[in-house]
């Protein structure tokens, strides 16, 4: 007979119930194989009427599970019960089939599979990377901030990360270094690294065919979104370039706010602080563009103004030396006197690496095509304005500044009758070069000190027995000496 039922009904019928207890009570192996073949057909006048394929089933059933089936159908079944009759069925009969009808299972919703980040192409110079940089104290803090954000982008403790500084001291190399770090420990990361004019390229073509309802608005707003919405990680360079795209300003506000919504990393250089911009509310704002402080709106000073703001000043002369040294290793200094030539070329205070990296470039040219010898007497002589014909003219005048800038102390004070222990040495100074500098008298250059030439010659004598004895203060000497030739 046919017995169709659901997987359901199957649970809860008395049958199985019967045949559980009787499994539980069942400890061997081969007894779990001889229920499985234990069919069931209904209950007629009291007696369940079961099922076996052969006499061995039908015996081991009697003797080992009779008693037990007994009383697990009168549990079931109750007094409705009376016993149970086994029937074997011939191999050439067909077996009962349980048809089973599969309940419906409700349809599982996949999840929508995460968009592909697109990978971008990226366009970095080969030597902007952290190992090429020149750490002192003027860059320090923006180049381990830098460095930690490419060990662990996306770090809520500095996202984003905003690096400012004037033009020509690292910020480029800063971010393309985090993008190479990157890239190299994450190969699997998308990358965005783009000037400003890029972005504001790339805006202002999507909100121009947005207005204007011209080109496949679509497929703009397709490839911003690739580009930008995307990506892992957008390094964005000089951002002060956006100040007159306002619109393109509050664009990148979003961008900046899902992204970092998103756990992405966003790293920004700019040529000053964000509290140093115009701050303008609308478009329609033209005292903007007549003013000489580039213009920001509200929208974007806001994300900006949550930033981790880190500077880079000038370089210091440490930084400078360093930075000159690095540099110079190409080029052909004479050996015995490197280290006199760059501590020389450090000492006047460039505003930035540019101007050093020019300088190196130009006595590299000098070198190659005027076949100059670069000793340090010859390149006093390259480096020298041209104004002078390669010579330098010093002055008593130029000569008291720079020995008071560098010892800190006022002019006034150094030409002044007054005796004071500050100011001996720093006079001692002044005094010795303008004698080694100059063609002045000696009763010229008391003059200049209210001093008479016999009080020069005792302080410059004093000066050079403790230039014996003081190796610093006779290389502190020798500096200010180059600062001034250069």
Same mark, same amino acid.
């Given at each position: 007979?046919?017995?169709?039922?659901?997987?359901?009904?199957?649970?809860?019928?008395?049958?199985?119930?019967?045949?559980?207890?009787?499994?539980?009570?069942?400890?061997?192996?081969?007894?779990?194989?001889?229920?499985?073949?234990?069919?069931?057909?209904? *209950?007629?006048?009291?007696?369940?009427?079961?099922?076996v394929?052969?006499?061995?089933?039908?015996?081991?059933?009697?003797?080992?599970?009779?008693?037990?089936? %007994?009383?697990?159908?009168?549990?079931?079944?109750?007094?409705?019960?009376?016993?149970? /009759?086994?029937?074997?069925?011939?191999?050439?009969?067909?077996?009962?089939?349980?048809?089973?009808?599969?309940?419906?299972?409700?349809?599982?919703?996949?999840?929508?599979?995460?968009?592909?980040?697109?990978?971008?192409?990226?366009?970095?110079?080969?030597?902007? $990377?952290?190992?090429?940089f020149?750490?002192?104290?003027?860059?320090?803090?923006?180049? !381990?901030?830098?460095?930690?954000?490419?060990?662990?982008p996306?770090?809520?403790?500095?996202?984003?990360?905003?690096?400012?500084?004037?033009?020509?001291?690292g910020? $480029?190399?800063?971010?393309?270094?985090?993008?190479?770090?990157?890239?190299?420990?994450?190969?699997?990361?998308?990358?965005?690294?783009?000037?400003?004019?890029?972005?504001? +390229?790339?805006?202002?073509? *999507?909100?121009?065919?947005?207005?204007?309802?011209?080109?496949?608005?679509?497929?703009?707003?397709?490839?911003?979104?690739? /580009?930008?919405?995307?990506?892992?990680?957008?390094?964005? =360079?000089?951002?002060?370039?956006?100040?007159?795209?306002?619109?393109?300003?509050?664009?990148?506000?979003?961008?900046? %706010?899902?992204? /970092?919504?998103?756990?992405?990393?966003? #790293?920004?250089?700019?040529?000053?602080?964000?509290s140093?911009?115009? #701050?303008?509310?609308?478009?329609?704002?033209?005292?903007?563009?007549?003013?000489?402080?580039?213009?920001?709106?509200?929208?974007?000073?806001?994300?900006?103004?949550?930033c981790?703001?880190?500077?880079?000043?000038?370089?210091?002369?440490?930084?400078?030396?360093?930075?000159?040294?690095?540099?110079?290793? =190409?080029?052909?200094?004479?050996? &015995? =006197?490197?280290?006199?030539?760059? +501590?020389?070329?450090? @000492?006047?205070? !460039?505003?930035?690496?540019?101007?050093?990296?020019?300088l190196?470039?130009?006595?590299?040219?000098?070198?190659?095509?005027?076949?100059?010898?670069l000793?340090?007497?010859?390149?006093?002589?390259? #480096?020298?304005?041209?104004?002078?014909?390669?010579?330098?003219?010093?002055?008593a005048?130029?000569?008291?500044?720079?020995?008071? @800038?560098?010892?800190? #102390?006022?002019v006034?004070?150094?030409?002044s009758?007054?005796?004071?222990?500050?100011?001996?040495?720093p006079?001692?100074?002044? @005094?010795?070069?303008? +004698?080694?500098?100059?063609?002045?008298?000696?009763?010229?250059?008391? &003059?200049?000190?209210? +001093?008479?030439?016999?009080?020069?010659?005792?302080?410059?004598?004093?000066?050079?027995?403790?230039m014996?004895?003081?190796?610093?203060?006779?290389?502190?000497?020798?500096?200010?000496?180059?600062?001034?030739?250069?």
């Amino acid at each position: 007979m046919d017995n169709t039922v659901s997987l359901l009904d199957i649970a809860e019928s008395p049958w199985q119930q019967v045949l559980d207890r009787v499994r539980s009570e069942c400890k061997d192996f081969f007894g779990a194989v001889i229920l499985d073949a234990l069919g069931y057909e209904g *209950m007629c006048n009291g007696y369940a009427l079961l099922t076996v394929p052969d006499e061995l089933r039908e015996n081991w059933v009697n003797s080992h599970y009779g008693d037990l089936l %007994r009383k697990s159908f009168t549990t079931v079944f109750g007094s409705e019960f009376v016993d149970y /009759r086994i029937r074997q069925i011939a191999p050439s009969d067909p077996i009962p089939e349980i048809k089973l009808t599969m309940p419906v299972i409700p349809k599982v919703v996949q999840a929508p599979k995460p968009v592909k980040r697109p990978k971008q192409a990226l366009s970095l110079y080969a030597r902007y $990377t952290f190992e090429n940089f020149v750490e002192g104290e003027c860059n320090s803090t923006a180049f !381990r901030a830098c460095q930690a954000v490419a060990e662990n982008p996306g770090d809520p403790s500095l996202n984003p990360l905003f690096v400012y500084g004037e033009s020509g001291l690292g910020k $480029t190399h800063l971010l393309q270094s985090i993008a190479a770090k990157i890239q190299k420990s994450r190969p699997e990361a998308s990358i965005v690294y783009c000037h400003a004019y890029d972005f504001l +390229r790339d805006a202002t073509a *999507m909100a121009s065919a947005l207005h204007n309802k011209t080109g496949n608005v679509r497929e703009l707003a397709q490839k911003f979104r690739e /580009r930008y919405e995307l990506c892992d990680v957008l390094l964005l =360079d000089d951002v002060q370039l956006l100040e007159k795209g306002l619109w393109t300003q509050e664009r990148l506000a979003i961008l900046i %706010r899902h992204l /970092r919504a998103e756990g992405k990393q966003v #790293v920004i250089s700019c040529d000053r602080h964000p509290s140093k911009f115009k #701050v303008v509310d609308t478009d329609c704002d033209r005292s903007a563009s007549k003013s000489s402080i580039p213009s920001i709106s509200k929208k974007l000073l806001t994300p900006l103004e949550s930033c981790v703001a880190v500077g880079i000043d000038e370089p210091d002369l440490a930084t400078r030396m360093h930075l000159i040294s690095k540099k110079s290793e =190409d080029l052909p200094f004479a050996k &015995a =006197d490197r280290e006199e030539i760059c +501590r020389y070329l450090s @000492m006047p205070p !460039r505003k930035n690496v540019r101007l050093i990296e020019g300088l190196l470039n130009f006595l590299g040219a000098m070198n190659m095509f005027c076949k100059a010898d670069l000793n340090l007497n010859s390149v006093k002589r390259l #480096v020298a304005p041209s104004e002078h014909g390669g010579h330098v003219e010093f002055t008593a005048k130029n000569i008291i500044e720079a020995v008071a @800038m560098d010892y800190r #102390v006022e002019v006034c004070e150094l030409s002044s009758k007054r005796q004071s222990a500050a100011i001996s040495t720093p006079r001692k100074v002044a @005094m010795f070069l303008c +004698r080694e500098l100059t063609t002045d008298s000696l009763q010229n250059i008391g &003059a200049m000190f209210c +001093r008479d030439y016999a009080t020069v010659i005792a302080a410059i004598n004093s000066l050079k027995k403790q230039m014996e004895k003081d190796a610093s203060l006779a290389r502190r000497i020798q500096d200010i000496r180059y600062m001034l030739e250069a």
